[in-house]
């Protein structure tokens, strides 16, 4: 298993491991409860906030409140419900502090930061064909191509988890540009 990489977890005995790492400072540990916990925080604070900036502020507010006051978690409840409930105080209280929005008079005038209905309907050609293209690479090339752009791990990282030297990695990944380049035409093939 990867040195960055979230090690399992089984419950209550875990959860209150983890705190207790977290509880004398290290950082290690609240990375891997990062890990765990960004995807599903974000989503219910998603759900909640409807707005993508007010969510990253919110969901730091409460991950800082779990490093800070880690002395608090004392497992009587899961550390889910701990984090969760964090995360929903903050939530209500950045609604609250939310100023009413102030009609804008030149709204009409300006011109949008929105993507035109022909650059939209582009970028997702765009991306059909590129995820295409991944999907026809061989499992080892898709996996290196996963790992470095869509999960932002390094070659040390990735050699770890596909248990390979780092050359290895390498040579998979000029592989799979290089396929990727020969099946994409035009531009798509200057991405990659």
């Known amino acids: 298993m990867g040195a960055n990489q979230p090690k399992p977890r089984s419950g209550r005995d875990s959860d209150q491991a983890l705190m207790s ?5 290290d950082m290690a540990a609240f990375e891997d409860l990062y890990r765990v916990y960004r995807p599903r925080l974000t989503r219910f604070l ?29 497992g009587a409840s899961q550390l889910s419900t701990w984090i ?13 502090r939310q100023d009413d929005p102030v009609e804008d008079p030149w709204a009409d005038a300006r011109v949008s930061s929105e993507p035109t209905p022909e650059e939209a309907l582009g970028k997702q050609r765009a991306q059909t064909l590129l995820l295409h293209a991944i999907g026809q690479l061989s499992p080892d090339h898709r996996a290196v191509v996963e790992f ?10 990735i050699a770890e988890i596909m248990r390979c030297p780092v050359d290895t990695v390498k040579t998979r990944m000029f592989h799979a540009r290089r396929n990727l380049k020969r099946q994409l035409a035009g531009e798509l093939a200057d991405w990659v």
């Open 21 to 25: 790492r977290i509880l004398a400072r």
């Open 46 to 74: 998603s759900k909640l906030l409807h707005r993508p900036q007010m969510v990253e502020e919110v969901m730091n507010d409460t991950l800082m409140v779990v490093w800070d006051r880690a002395h608090s978690f004392n």
């Open 84 to 96: 969760f409930g964090i995360a929903y105080r903050k939530a209500m209280k950045a609604l609250r």
């Open 148 to 157: 470095t752009y869509f999960h932002e791990m390094g070659y040390r990282e």
